[in-house]
Nanobody, 124 residues
């Protein structure tokens, strides 16, 4: 069983930054691929960013490319999503997810464990 706990969400003005953290339980975090998804009110959950077990393969949703950075610190069992130049359309609940096979994945069904989510609100 893997438990994921997100933190770092909040209210920020447009153009501001936030860093989301996802702390994971389990002794094999280094082998996990990690993903960040988001869900805005009335919309389906969507992929934001993903990273493979090694950090060597990363993929971003087009609209966040150049603004968001995903990373994972295996020593701290933590994944991060650094979000810069935030826009009101980035407002959503953000979820981290873990994929035990370690390969990069872009769809929610490919992930095995999920966090509870953290709210990000960007005001205009």
């Amino acid at each position: 069983q893997v438990q994921l706990v997100e933190s770092g969400g909040g209210l920020v003005q447009a153009g501001g930054s936030l860093r989301l953290s996802c702390a994971a339980s389990g002794r094999t975090f280094s082998g996990y691929a990690m993903g960040w998804f988001r869900q805005a009110p009335g919309k389906e959950r969507e992929f934001v960013a993903g990273i493979d077990w090694s950090g060597g393969r990363i993929y971003y949703k087009q609209s966040v490319k150049g603004r968001f950075t995903i990373s994972k610190d295996n020593a701290r069992n933590t994944a991060y999503l650094q979000m810069n130049s935030l826009k009101p359309e980035d407002t959503a609940v953000y979820y981290c997810a873990a994929r035990l096979t370690g390969t990069l994945a872009l769809t929610s069904s490919e992930y095995d464990y999920w966090g509870q989510g953290t709210q990000v609100t960007v005001s205009s």
